[in-house]
């Protein structure tokens, strides 16, 4: 089974969301800095699922984000009754995260030219500075998905 | 042969979709544009309601016995997104997606807003039917196209 996770902005809550979810939250700042697909709008903008990586159990985690991501999980459920499938080979995650549509606007304002930077900038800055909220949003949706249960992290300390 | 599904999508599923899926299927016929009630007779024009976003509607199947269906995906641009999640779904090969939002004139979105949107088709049925004729000869080219570079 492999987990696609989407939301508003693929690049900024739903990657740290994921990063919860391969268990790299101890460290969640580095691992976004050293991560090109945090804050990395060419790729968002693309609108394709963007892999990133395989959990303890080698299932692979995608992220996606999408204006309608509160229709994926019908959409890919839909994709796969039609094509015949007996059972729906991936797990979809819808991340409702407070604040993403402030993000989404930022984003949106860093297609401006030569402005446009500085509204990305922010954009990253106001993700980091939300990442414990980010964080809890995301426990609590897996607490909500029994078939995530696996997925549960162990209450860790926050750095 | 290979069978197909053929899924026509646009945002609302309701209009330049289900005329595109039509053409597909013989019902309208592509070099005449056709009347208001031609349209109007069409089992899914104008007809979606917002439960049937995400819900792959079932049109029929052509000549070749591929299965044409319409997608209201609530999305302007959604080509790389369906196309990425059939990919992970291991279904691609499929599907042949065709996205009609680039047909969709002014009229059609004016009038699909205010017909499907606010729920007042005597005020927007007009505009929607206008549009769809200024829409109709674009839409069968691109039916057209589809047939020749999938079948």
Redesign the interface.
């Given at each position: 089974m492999d987990y696609i996770l989407v939301g508003k902005n693929a690049v900024y809550e739903t990657i740290v969301a994921a990063l919860v979810f391969l268990q790299k939250e101890e460290n969640l700042i580095e691992e976004l800095d050293k991560n090109p697909v945090f804050g990395d709008l060419d790729r968002d903008n693309k609108r394709e699922p963007i892999f990133m990586g395989f959990d303890n159990r080698g299932n692979r985690i995608y992220i996606l984000g999408t204006q309608n991501y509160k229709l994926i999980e019908k959409i890919v459920g839909e994709l796969s009754r039609v094509a015949g499938q007996p059972d729906i080979p991936l797990q979809v995650i819808t991340m409702e995260i407070k604040g993403d549509a402030l993000t989404y606007y930022l984003a949106y304002l860093a297609d401006l030219p030569l402005i446009g930077a500085w509204f990305a900038n922010l954009a990253k800055r106001w993700v980091i500075s939300r990442k414990t909220e980010i964080m809890t949003s995301c426990r609590n949706t897996i607490n909500s998905m029994p078939q995530l249960e696996d997925f549960s992290p162990a209450a860790k300390p926050l750095k | 042969m290979i069978l197909i599904?053929f899924v026509y999508f646009d945002y609302g599923g309701s209009h330049s979709s289900v005329l595109a899926a039509n053409i597909h299927l013989g019902n309208l016929n592509s070099a005449k544009t056709p009347s208001d009630a031609e349209l109007i007779n069409l089992p899914l024009f104008d007809k979606t309601v917002p439960e049937d976003?995400?819900?792959?509607q079932y049109v029929g199947q052509d000549e070749n016995n591929h299965e044409v269906?319409v997608?209201g995906?609530?999305?302007s641009?959604?080509t790389?997104?369906?196309?990425?999640?059939?990919a992970?779904?291991?279904?691609s090969t499929?599907?042949t997606f065709v996205g009609t939002m680039p047909y969709v004139n002014y009229l059609l979105r004016l009038g699909g807003f205010l017909s499907r949107g606010l729920s007042a088709p005597s005020l927007g049925r007009p505009f929607v039917f206008r549009g769809a004729k200024m829409a109709y000869p674009a839409l069968a080219n691109l039916v057209d196209r589809v047939k020749v570079e999938t079948i």
């Open positions: - | 599904k976003f995400g819900t792959m269906y997608f995906t609530r999305h641009d959604f790389a997104t369906i196309n990425g999640l059939a992970l779904l291991g279904v499929e599907y």
